[in-house]
């Protein structure tokens, strides 16, 4: 599955689609039935980043990763979770009783426990569906903007496979190294913007030259570095930058003095007005 942020609208869906499908609806032997409440196989949190007026929302879903090397996997006895062939990842509803211990052994935390059940559960990708010959899961159906893609990864003509060829994709705890089948486009990132105003007519500065520069711990270049041209309203603005991480921004325009300005994204930076004087 791929997961493009930048077309999610946080509908929740996909949330509502799955709790339709697997509540109350016992699926043996893919999963037991889901409570109505403490479980979100599909979960679906908010993310905001910047200062007013600078300010942006997205909204990122989190269903089970599908990881190839799946710790669960690997801490379960008796076969109790395993991967299918097709690569998902499903805990036996049989097998899995009483195993409590297998819902602390997911670093994505996507495995809940089930008290009536004495069961860990996760979401299955609706695999009982696709074994019946259904091509996506409903989370994936129930998505009005296309921003769940699922497919076969292992045909290079599939949807999913063409998304993945076109734009750069990421896992979202890279750092686990459980080399997880769901990948995003366009995590949240951190973001520089700012507006640039002309300090003696007090006017927006459309055109202004707007420089980025990464600079390390002795204020020196990473030699990373791009540049921008403010718009009509004199903003400008730095998207997908590294976390914590110093920068030094600089604001130029003809007849007017730079202004420098050195910051850090330990948070999604507004550098609110810079003024430029003559």
């Not at 791929?2 to 016992?26: L, M, P, R, S, T």
């Not at 196989?41 to 989190?62: H, L, S, T």
């Not at 030699?223 to 930058?241: A, I, N």
């Amino acid at each position: 599955m791929v997961i493009d942020v930048a077309h999610c609208i946080g509908c929740y869906n996909c949330f509502i689609a799955c709790k339709d499908e697997h509540y109350g609806n016992d699926h043996r032997p893919y999963a037991a039935p889901q409570p109505l409440t403490g479980q979100t196989w599909m979960n679906v949190i908010e993310i905001q980043r910047g200062q007013f007026p600078k300010v942006k929302v997205d909204y990122v879903a989190i269903p089970c990763m599908h990881c190839e090397n799946a710790p669960c996997v690997a801490a379960a006895t008796d076969g109790a979770i395993y991967q299918r062939e097709d690569g998902i990842v499903i805990i036996d509803p049989h097998k899995a009783k009483g195993q409590k211990e297998l819902v602390s052994r997911c670093p994505y935390r996507v495995i809940f426990w089930n008290e009536d059940e004495q069961l860990p559960q996760k979401c299955t990708l609706c695999a009982h569906l696709l074994d019946a010959g259904w091509r996506e899961p409903r989370c994936v159906e129930a998505c009005p903007t296309g921003a769940l893609v699922f497919g076969d990864l292992d045909d290079p003509g599939s949807a999913i496979s063409e998304l993945l060829a076109s734009k750069p994709t990421e896992v979202l705890h890279p750092e686990f190294g459980l080399k997880e089948k769901v990948r995003y486009i366009g995590l949240p990132k951190s973001f520089i913007a700012g507006c640039v105003v002309l300090g003696d007519t007090d006017e927006c500065a459309k055109g202004a030259t707007v420089t980025l520069e990464e600079i390390d711990a002795d204020g020196k270049s990473t030699g990373v570095r791009q540049t921008k041209l403010t718009d009509s309203f004199g903003d400008f603005e730095f998207e997908g930058l590294r976390a914590n991480t110093r920068y030094k921004v600089t604001v130029s325009a003809p007849g007017y003095k730079d202004q420098v300005i050195e910051t850090r994204t330990a948070v999604s930076v507004n550098l609110g007005d810079i003024v430029l004087a003559r």
